[in-house]
């Protein structure tokens, strides 16, 4: 449950952290009901901002991941098996397409990517 | 006599060793990338330090001994021997500064910045791991001490009009007070003080940074745990066995009155081998969870804070909401100066130290 942070990548802060903690929703790292650290304790120990922690954290709870309770409490929901909401589904289908429409543009064959995304789901089971 | 000596050899040890207690990522107080850890140049460095302070050490020890066996006043020679202990904090000071300035340029001479990629590490379940003691272990102290001052207001009346608060080397009474509201509850007055700074200290280590390395994530959750675990058991063993000590010292001579001796100087001794053998226990603990850098693979390293630092000793960092941070040099902690609680820590640690003096 390691989280690794780069300042000089294009990415900013909040969003490798917020896109590291849903890896390990996904991966089972994470379970349903974990807390994760506190804002403050997340922002002393990797020594960046409480600010830009919190924008994370406000972020997975926007996505329906984590519910952000009272004494700084952050708790994983997602991870369980559940029937998703078909619009929940479309949203998915809405951010896939562009990045599949992208790679497809650039060549890449229709098979390598089916196995390029078996290869990614692998890592979750 | 045997205790100062006993310090002596504890402190000329702790002394030596110091380079080798830190973690490994910083040398003399300046921040190593992980890729340099094992640079010849800082390995010799090190190993130089250790032998001309042990050298030192072993010098004063000797000193020591001749002073102990020689005819002199016991007073003298124990002024003596402390303002030699004094010396040689003093020359370690120097040397670590020395060694400090030159680790400083060898980081910039050969550019180690230019070559990194400096990340920023944490883990997501070490806060659940972390064992430093709940409070609860630092508030038990002090409500014994707020029982101790009830319990001597409720015996005023038997308490005599003066009762001895000073005694000379031998145990004998040299020193009187005069009864008064105050003066009869000054005893416990300066261990609640000591209580609660120790109780302020704990907090902080549990929410100090837990500062882990890029490449050898595993081992140094490992030494930051530990460290926690073993400072803060280590706090609380030294935070009982003083509140022992003063309650057993304020109810001989207040309460007692005047039996303080017998009860007191045996309990002495206990509290300083508490004192002392614990640190050597905690520094073994300490030196054993040391990370090493066996596999380096990548010019990655853990993104560092040397620029809150002045000498790789005083720590100033208004972004950081931390009252502790582990010292850069050497075990133990120290405050950033940029929270305003420090202060009042300071002040509370000091406070005991000026009212034995000016009273």
């Given at each position: 449950?390691?989280?690794?942070?780069?300042?000089?990548s294009?990415?900013?802060?909040?969003?490798?952290?917020?896109?590291?903690?849903?890896?390990?929703?996904?991966?089972?790292?994470?379970?349903?009901?974990?807390?994760l650290?506190?804002?403050?304790?997340?922002?002393?120990?990797?020594?960046?901002?409480?600010?830009?922690?919190?924008?994370?954290?406000?972020?997975?709870?926007?996505?329906?991941?984590?519910?952000?309770?009272?004494?700084?409490k952050?708790?994983?929901?997602?991870?369980?098996?559940?029937?998703?909401?078909?619009?929940?589904?479309e949203?998915?289908?809405?951010?896939l397409?562009?990045?599949m429409a992208?790679?497809?543009?650039?060549?890449?064959?229709?098979?390598?990517?089916?196995?390029?995304?078996?290869?990614?789901?692998?890592?979750?089971k | 006599?045997?205790?100062?000596?006993?310090?002596?050899?504890i402190?000329?040890?702790?002394?030596?060793?110091?380079?080798?207690?830190?973690?490994?990522?910083?040398?003399?107080?300046?921040?190593i990338?992980?890729?340099?850890?094992?640079?010849?140049?800082?390995?010799?460095?090190?190993?130089?330090?250790?032998?001309?302070?042990?050298?030192?050490?072993?010098?004063?020890?000797?000193?020591?001994?001749?002073?102990?066996?020689?005819?002199?006043?016991?007073?003298?020679?124990?002024?003596?021997?402390?303002?030699?202990?004094?010396?040689?904090?003093?020359?370690?000071?120097?040397?670590?500064?020395?060694?400090?300035?030159?680790?400083?340029?060898?980081?910039?001479?050969?550019?180690?910045?230019?070559?990194?990629?400096?990340?920023?590490?944490?883990?997501?379940?070490?806060?659940?791991?972390?064992?430093?003691?709940?409070?609860?272990?630092?508030?038990?102290?002090?409500?014994i001490?707020?029982?101790?001052?009830?319990?001597?207001f409720?015996?005023?009346?038997?308490?005599?009009?003066?009762?001895?608060?000073?005694?000379?080397?031998?145990?004998?009474?040299?020193?009187?007070?005069?009864?008064?509201?105050?003066?009869?509850?000054?005893?416990?007055?300066?261990?609640?003080?000591?209580?609660?700074?120790?109780?302020?200290?704990?907090?902080g280590?549990?929410?100090?940074?837990?500062?882990?390395?890029?490449?050898?994530?595993?081992?140094?959750?490992?030494?930051?745990?530990?460290?926690?675990?073993?400072?803060?058991?280590?706090?609380?063993?030294i935070?009982?066995?003083?509140?022992?000590?003063?309650?057993?010292?304020?109810?001989?001579?207040?309460?007692?009155?005047?039996q303080?001796?017998?009860?007191?100087?045996?309990?002495?001794?206990?509290?300083?081998?508490?004192?002392?053998?614990?640190?050597?226990v905690?520094?073994?603990k300490?030196?054993?969870?040391?990370?090493?850098?066996?596999?380096?693979?990548?010019?990655?390293?853990?993104?560092?804070?040397?620029q809150?630092?002045?000498?790789?000793?005083?720590?100033?960092?208004?972004?950081?909401?931390?009252?502790?941070?582990?010292?850069?040099?050497g075990?133990?902690?120290?405050?950033?100066?940029?929270?305003?609680?420090?202060?009042?820590?300071?002040?509370?640690?000091?406070?005991?130290?000026?009212?034995?003096?000016?009273?």
């Amino acid at each position: 449950m390691q989280i690794q942070l780069d300042p000089n990548s294009e990415l900013q802060l909040y969003k490798q952290l917020a896109n590291q903690i849903i890896e390990c929703i996904a991966s089972g790292e994470l379970k349903n009901g974990d807390t994760l650290p506190s804002v403050r304790a997340m922002a002393t120990d990797l020594g960046i901002n409480v600010s830009t922690v919190s924008k994370s954290y406000h972020e997975l709870e926007e996505k329906g991941l984590i519910e952000l309770k009272p004494k700084a409490k952050a708790v994983i929901i997602g991870g369980q098996k559940r029937e998703l909401e078909e619009t929940e589904v479309e949203k998915v289908e809405n951010a896939l397409k562009p990045i599949m429409a992208e790679a497809f543009a650039r060549g890449l064959e229709k098979e390598q990517m089916t196995s390029l995304f078996q290869r990614i789901l692998k890592q979750w089971k | 006599m045997l205790i100062i000596l006993g310090i002596f050899i504890i402190v000329g040890i702790l002394e030596t060793m110091t380079p080798h207690l830190t973690r490994k990522t910083i040398v003399f107080g300046v921040s190593i990338p992980e890729p340099y850890v094992k640079h010849p140049q800082l390995k010799l460095w090190k190993k130089h330090y250790s032998q001309v302070i042990a050298g030192i050490a072993g010098l004063f020890l000797v000193g020591q001994i001749t002073l102990y066996l020689s005819p002199i006043q016991e007073e003298k020679a124990s002024l003596i021997s402390f303002i030699l202990l004094y010396v040689m904090l003093l020359l370690s000071s120097g040397l670590y500064m020395s060694y400090h300035v030159k680790t400083k340029k060898l980081k910039v001479q050969e550019q180690w910045e230019a070559q990194i990629k400096a990340v920023y590490v944490t883990d997501l379940s070490i806060r659940q791991n972390e064992e430093t003691l709940s409070p609860i272990f630092f508030s038990v102290p002090i409500i014994i001490t707020l029982a101790l001052i009830a319990f001597t207001f409720m015996n005023y009346e038997s308490i005599p009009d003066v009762f001895a608060t000073h005694w000379n080397g031998a145990g004998e009474v040299d020193g009187w007070t005069q009864k008064s509201r105050l003066s009869v509850i000054s005893m416990p007055l300066i261990l609640l003080a000591i209580q609660i700074s120790f109780f302020m200290m704990n907090q902080g280590m549990k929410s100090a940074k837990i500062q882990l390395s890029a490449q050898a994530k595993e081992a140094s959750i490992h030494r930051e745990l530990t460290q926690r675990k073993y400072g803060s058991w280590y706090l609380a063993a030294i935070n009982f066995s003083m509140t022992i000590l003063f309650v057993v010292l304020h109810y001989t001579t207040v309460i007692l009155q005047d039996q303080t001796a017998p009860y007191f100087f045996p309990l002495f001794l206990v509290f300083n081998v508490v004192t002392l053998g614990g640190l050597l226990v905690f520094i073994w603990k300490l030196s054993k969870s040391n990370e090493r850098f066996d596999e380096v693979h990548t010019n990655e390293t853990a993104v560092t804070d040397d620029q809150y630092w002045k000498w790789g000793v005083f720590y100033c960092n208004k972004n950081d909401p931390s009252l502790l941070v582990p010292k850069k040099f050497g075990i133990g902690w120290t405050v950033n100066f940029a929270n305003k609680w420090c202060y009042i820590l300071i002040a509370i640690t000091l406070l005991p130290i000026l009212l034995v003096i000016f009273i």
